[in-house]
């Protein structure tokens, strides 16, 4: 059996409830995962106004949701009281918050098929023509207002709902800086500009030079532009999602064909 991870060791950043597929994706290629979430996600700390707005979501003729963060916390709410409006229209913001809105049952969902984000989502036939349509934006606190502004410029009337919050977790970061400094660390793996932020800030002054020269391996342009900015020095762009970092972890780290040394590719 080929183990083309075989002997590296890749930091998992994502959220602890999250990290479980690709930690386990890592491990069936060889490789060993360091579970390190940057972002703990919470409920908001006030639940009134999502419970309010599920009481009227048959105003609306369309429902954004921006993460899989935002479908868990928004329809588990919705489902606790009601069924969602046969009328209204489901959006996603990306292919893994769609797939999140089928394990909901949420089967028909407007979703962008190359990009995965605001601006590919506002690309799409249905989100062009939205004039006099209500739309309501399931998301976190805080985030871009890309979505919304646009739609408002289109002619909608949009509300946004804050359905959770991300906090940076409070972290031991002793084992991790050790791991960096006896070699343990290969790779990052980054999915938010807020998540790396975070990572900077969590291990402090102490871990910033190796954890700039270690290979961080994002699955956006602006990642990828936030790091460079904050002085990273090997960024490697992937594809979005799991499939995507995993894709780009395999071909930064493949066996050349004699003498199975790793290939280094970066952008």
Same mark, same amino acid.
């Given at each position: 059996?080929?183990?083309?991870?075989? %002997?590296?060791?890749?930091?998992? @950043?994502? =959220?602890?409830?999250?990290?479980?597929?690709?930690?386990?994706?890592?491990?069936?290629?060889?490789?060993?995962?360091?579970?390190?979430? +940057? #972002?703990?996600?919470?409920?908001?700390?006030?639940?009134?106004?999502?419970?309010? #707005?599920?009481?009227?979501?048959? *105003?609306?003729?369309?429902?954004?949701?921006?993460? =899989?963060?935002?479908?868990?916390?928004?329809?588990?709410?919705?489902?606790?009281?009601?069924?969602?409006?046969?009328? $209204?229209?489901?959006?996603?913001?990306?292919?893994? @918050?769609?797939?999140?809105?089928?394990?909901?049952?949420?089967? !028909?969902?407007?979703?962008?098929?190359?990009?995965?984000?605001?601006?590919? #989502?506002?690309?799409?036939? &249905?989100?062009?023509?939205?004039?006099?349509?209500?739309?309501?934006?399931?998301?976190?606190?805080?985030?871009?207002?890309?979505?919304?502004?646009?739609? $408002? *410029?289109?002619?909608?009337?949009? *509300?946004? +709902? &804050?359905?959770?919050?991300?906090?940076?977790?409070?972290?031991?970061?002793? =084992?991790?800086?050790?791991?960096?400094? @006896?070699?343990?660390?290969?790779?990052?793996?980054?999915?938010?500009? !807020?998540?790396?932020?975070?990572?900077?800030?969590?291990? %402090?002054?102490?871990?910033?030079?190796?954890?700039?020269?270690?290979?961080?391996?994002?699955?956006?342009?602006?990642?990828?532009?936030?790091?460079?900015?904050?002085?990273?020095?090997?960024?490697?762009?992937? =594809?979005?999602?799991?499939?995507?970092?995993?894709? %780009?972890?395999?071909?930064?780290?493949?066996? *050349?064909?004699?003498? %199975?040394?790793?290939?280094?590719?970066?952008?």
């Amino acid at each position: 059996m080929i183990h083309p991870l075989a %002997g590296i060791h890749v930091l998992v @950043t994502r =959220p602890a409830h999250q990290a479980r597929a690709l930690a386990d994706r890592i491990r069936a290629t060889g490789g060993d995962p360091i579970l390190f979430p +940057v #972002l703990e996600i919470l409920d908001t700390a006030n639940q009134r106004p999502l419970l309010e #707005l599920t009481e009227r979501l048959d *105003e609306f003729d369309l429902a954004i949701f921006v993460s =899989p963060n935002a479908v868990r916390k928004a329809m588990n709410r919705i489902r606790e009281r009601r069924t969602l409006p046969a009328r $209204l229209k489901i959006a996603a913001v990306g292919q893994g @918050t769609a797939r999140e809105l089928r394990n909901f049952g949420v089967n !028909e969902v407007i979703a962008p098929t190359i990009r995965f984000d605001s601006e590919a #989502l506002l690309d799409t036939p &249905e989100l062009t023509q939205v004039a006099g349509k209500h739309v309501v934006i399931f998301r976190g606190d805080g985030g871009r207002e890309l979505l919304g502004e646009t739609l $408002l *410029e289109r002619g909608a009337s949009v *509300e946004y +709902v &804050e359905c959770y919050r991300r906090i940076k977790p409070n972290s031991d970061v002793a =084992p991790l800086l050790l791991a960096w400094t @006896t070699g343990r660390i290969n790779a990052i793996t980054i999915t938010s500009s !807020e998540g790396l932020r975070n990572l900077c800030d969590m291990v %402090g002054e102490a871990g910033q030079a190796p954890l700039k020269k270690t290979p961080l391996f994002a699955s956006h342009e602006r990642i990828v532009q936030a790091a460079r900015k904050l002085g990273f020095g090997q960024v490697i762009l992937t =594809p979005a999602g799991d499939d995507g970092l995993m894709e %780009g972890l395999l071909n930064y780290f493949r066996p *050349e064909a004699s003498g %199975g040394n790793r290939v280094s590719t970066k952008i």
